[in-house]
């Protein structure tokens, strides 16, 4: 049986929880996931019809795990879109996130926002015959699979939910604009093509269920503005694996890299995932490293490059992300890799 697993991020965590300020508990989550409202016949895993599927088009990277996700929005809502890269979700909104690993269900992650001020934070754990989920221990599950030879994936606490979903606000990672865009990225590591019914920024308009109404987004699809196709599914990669805590909003944000793509920039600006990290010296050092070795990316120089050996790394002191994975992104890695390598200039 596998055991409790102490918060890998607990600092962070705390770090987190004290941006979300001080109040009453939030609810207590639902004991199962049958009780969360995902299914409607929980006996055959039928989905509600009230959940949308949807898909991500920069998905985020978890040791190979194969994922589904869904939502749910309360009849007659609607997201409020004002801010085109801070999108507010109704009271009652839940989203679940299924992983799978060697094709069976392993954890249903899920959040709800249970009221105005209160987001609910769970993982549920699949049992053995994939026909059921109950809810994980607050500190969460180690060891609940295999990924690799001597590697076993580990159930998050709640605090490690909220080191990456809370900043100064709460985050609903994957749901997005630039995520849901209908210009869906070819290049894109581990892209997952639509599925019939997958809800894209298009069909959000079509339902109403954006607030204000966005035609310009169904009629020009929010899309990273890069000189190349790989540096599109480059700048893009790392908005989606990275840009959840290196943003404005982050406490990470305050060493100037900007990682997360904004949709709501002015026409023309630099990609902050570009402008923060080429030819940038930052104030980690590649270990044994001289010269340049401090640079973010290092034009011309995936070793010198501190981003490159830290995606690589698994050490706990220089991995990134810091949490969520065991096993470095290969595919991932061979296209940074290549793009710094083939298509960034160096510095004369």
């Given at each position: 049986m596998?055991?409790?697993l102490r918060p890998a991020a607990l600092l962070l965590g705390l770090l987190a929880l004290g941006a979300?300020?001080?109040?009453?508990?939030?609810?207590?989550?639902?004991p199962t996931l049958a009780e969360t409202g995902l299914y409607a016949d929980p006996a055959t895993l039928r989905l509600a019809p009230s959940v949308l599927f949807y898909q991500p088009q920069y998905p985020l990277w978890t040791d190979g795990a194969a994922k589904a996700r869904w939502i749910f929005l309360p009849p007659g809502s609607a997201i409020d879109v004002s801010d085109p890269d801070a999108w507010e979700f109704p009271v009652g909104t839940k989203l679940w996130k299924e992983?799978?690993?060697g094709g069976r269900r392993v954890e249903t992650r899920f959040l709800w926002r249970a009221t105005a001020n209160d987001w609910v934070f769970a993982t549920y754990v699949w049992n053995d015959a994939g026909t059921a989920a109950i809810l994980a221990p607050v500190d969460g599950v180690a060891g609940a699979a295999e990924i690799a030879p001597g590697l076993r994936h580990d159930l998050p606490g709640r605090l490690d939910c909220r080191a990456c979903h809370e900043s100064a606000r709460v985050e609903v990672l994957g749901f997005s604009a630039l995520q849901l865009?209908?210009?869906r990225d070819p290049l894109a590591p581990h892209a997952e093509t639509l599925r019939p019914g997958a809800v894209t920024l298009a069909a959000l308009e079509e339902r109403g269920l954006l607030s204000p109404a966005r035609p310009e987004w169904v009629a020009r699809p929010p899309r990273i503005p890069a000189a190349t196709p790989r540096e599109r599914a480059v700048l893009g990669y790392l908005s989606g694996n990275c840009g959840a805590c290196h943003n404005a909003d982050n406490p990470a944000g305050t060493t100037g890299l900007l990682l997360r793509q904004l949709v709501g920039s002015r026409e023309g600006s630099v990609p902050p995932a570009r402008a923060t990290t080429v030819g940038v010296e930052g104030g980690w050092l590649i270990p044994g490293a001289s010269g340049h070795g401090s640079l973010r990316v290092a034009p011309g120089d995936p070793d010198g490059s501190a981003l490159v050996y830290r995606m690589a790394s698994r050490r706990p002191a220089s991995q990134m992300p810091p949490l969520g994975t065991k096993v470095p992104d290969r595919e991932a890695l061979e296209l940074v890799r290549g793009w710094v390598a083939e298509e960034l200039t160096p510095r004369r």
């Open positions: 596998p055991t409790p979300a300020g001080a109040g009453s508990a939030p609810p207590e989550p639902p992983f799978a690993f865009s209908d210009d």
